[in-house]
C-alpha cells in the first residue's frame, strides 16, 4: 500500500487522444491523479465536472490534473469532447494505474465483498514522490476537498 513520501510508481497508458502518457513526463510538475470507475455516469460525471469547475485554481497553484478510469480511449474522447473536460484522461482498462496506486480492491457493494474501484485522489510532487493520499470524497466537492487539503 502507498503511503506519503512513498515514490509514484511509473505507468503508461493512453491517453483520451490515444497519445502514451507516462508519469515521467510530468517530472519537475505537480500532478493530482483522481480514480473514477466510468465516464458519463451520474457520480463520475460530478466528480470530473468538480475538477473541471476548479481546473483553474489548479492551474495558478501550478497542479496538472489527470483523471484514470479503465473507460476506453474512445469514451474518454466522447466524453472529454461532451463537457469540454480541460485536463487529461487516462485510460486504464488493464488496471496497469489503478492498482499499484491502491485505486482498485476489495469493497463493501450492496451488502457484498467485490473487487472494485476505491475512490481516491493521489498527490505527486515536482520529484515523482506522494504528498499527498485523499481517500473516499463526495464527488460533486472532490475538487474542493483536494483545494482545501492543498492549503499551505
Known sequence: MLKVGDKAPEFEVQNQDGKMVKLSD????????FFY????????????????DE????TKRSYEIIGVSPDSVKNHKKFQTKYKIPYTLLSDPDLKIMKPYGAWGEKL???KIVQGLLRIVV???EK????????KFLSKKAAEVVLAELKD
Open 37 to 52: 470507475s466510468g465516464d458519463d455516469t451520474e457520480t463520475c460525471r460530478f466528480e470530473c465536472l468538480s475538477f473541471q
Open 55 to 58: 481546473f483553474k485554481e489548479f
Open 128 to 135: 515523482g514522490k506522494i504528498s499527498h493520499i485523499i481517500p
Open 123 to 125: 498527490v505527486i510532487d
Open 26 to 33: 510530468f517530472m519537475g510538475k505537480k500532478l493530482v491523479i
Open 109 to 111: 457493494f450492496f451488502g
